[in-house]
């Protein structure tokens, strides 16, 4: 699953790699977490566009947002059956960009956090699917989710799932969804490569959504373990403290 991540290029530099129309100006978050708004891009007519959501889907048909449990994550084993995500994964596909994201190998009762980041730096974009929500008076709120996969080599050692990463030469065809439907971009939704990221122990401070700042990404030198505390599903999660990308 993935229910931390960071991104940490500049406006400009993401700009450069997404191609996207606007130009937005925001720090580097280095603690993302669930509820918070986050980045995504969308394509419209041809263009790529920055918009920002809160981390969470909520279907158009829910009632009361706030007796729905947030869809942090979709499995993209079954993402074009399930009822919350059908209509999303056909017509509202969207890219999140990331410099990484974070996940907690199990022990027994422990878990230690680790820092999955590209080896080569830079950003990359997962699979992600976004939601209009529309209440009765006529209040608005877009929300996204994010497709998760088996995990690859590198991950299998630390959790059983992971995001799925679109390729850079598959953007156009994941966000063109009038041009492709779910079944033309199945073979997207795969583990990525085993070679693309490397993993870094980091110690607990990433645990907590308030330390939103480079130190929860130091390397610590021997494992450090905290108690693990229920295990969240992959679909859902509790959502913690609201924050704010800007």
Same mark, same amino acid.
């Given at each position: 699953?993935?229910?931390?991540?960071?991104?940490?290029?500049?406006?400009?530099?993401?700009?450069?790699?997404?191609?996207?129309?606007?130009?937005?100006?925001?720090?580097?978050? !280095?603690?993302?977490?669930?509820? #918070?708004?986050?980045?995504? &891009?969308?394509?419209? +007519?041809?263009?790529?566009?920055?918009?920002? %959501?809160?981390?969470?889907?909520?279907?158009?048909?829910?009632?009361?947002?706030?007796?729905?449990?947030?869809?942090?994550?979709?499995?993209?084993?079954?993402?074009?059956?399930?009822?919350?995500?059908?209509?999303?994964?056909? +017509?509202?596909?969207?890219?999140?960009?990331?410099?990484?994201? !974070?996940?907690?190998?199990?022990?027994?009762?422990?878990? #230690?956090?680790?820092?999955?980041?590209?080896?080569?730096?830079?950003?990359?974009?997962?699979?992600?699917?976004?939601?209009?929500?529309?209440?009765?008076?006529?209040?608005?709120?877009?929300?996204?989710?994010?497709?998760?996969?088996?995990?690859?080599?590198?991950?299998?050692?630390? +959790?059983?799932?992971?995001?799925? &990463?679109?390729?850079?030469?598959?953007?156009? @065809?994941?966000?063109?969804?009038?041009?492709?439907?779910?079944? +033309? &971009?199945?073979?997207?939704?795969?583990?990525?490569?085993?070679?693309?990221?490397?993993?870094?122990?980091?110690?607990?401070? %990433?645990?907590?959504? @308030?330390?939103?700042?480079?130190?929860?990404?130091?390397? &610590?030198?021997?494992?450090?373990?905290?108690?693990?505390?229920?295990?969240?599903?992959?679909?859902?999660?509790?959502?913690?403290?609201?924050?704010?990308?800007?």
């Amino acid at each position: 699953m993935c229910g931390r991540y960071t991104l940490t290029m500049t406006p400009e530099e993401l700009k450069k790699l997404f191609r996207y129309v606007e130009t937005p100006n925001f720090p580097p978050r !280095y603690n993302i977490a669930p509820t #918070q708004p986050i980045a995504i &891009v969308r394509a419209d +007519h041809g263009e790529r566009h920055f918009h920002l %959501v809160r981390w969470g889907l909520i279907p158009s048909w829910v009632k009361d947002p706030g007796s729905f449990t947030l869809l942090l994550n979709a499995r993209s084993e079954t993402v074009a059956e399930k009822p919350a995500f059908r209509a999303a994964m056909r +017509h509202r596909r969207c890219l999140v960009p990331a410099s990484g994201f !974070y996940e907690w190998r199990r022990v027994g009762t422990v878990k #230690q956090p680790f820092f999955i980041r590209p080896r080569d730096g830079g950003a990359v974009g997962f699979a992600g699917l976004w939601e209009a929500w529309m209440g009765a008076d006529g209040s608005e709120i877009d929300t996204a989710a994010i497709l998760t996969t088996g995990a690859n080599r590198l991950m299998a050692d630390i +959790h059983d799932r992971m995001p799925v &990463v679109i390729p850079e030469a598959d953007w156009d @065809r994941w966000l063109d969804t009038g041009a492709n439907e779910p079944r +033309h &971009v199945a073979d997207l939704l795969k583990p990525a490569p085993d070679d693309l990221f490397e993993a870094i122990p980091v110690s607990q401070k %990433v645990n907590a959504v @308030r330390n939103d700042d480079p130190s929860v990404q130091d390397p &610590v030198s021997e494992p450090v373990t905290v108690d693990a505390g229920p295990e969240p599903t992959d679909e859902a999660e509790e959502p913690p403290r609201q924050g704010s990308l800007f």
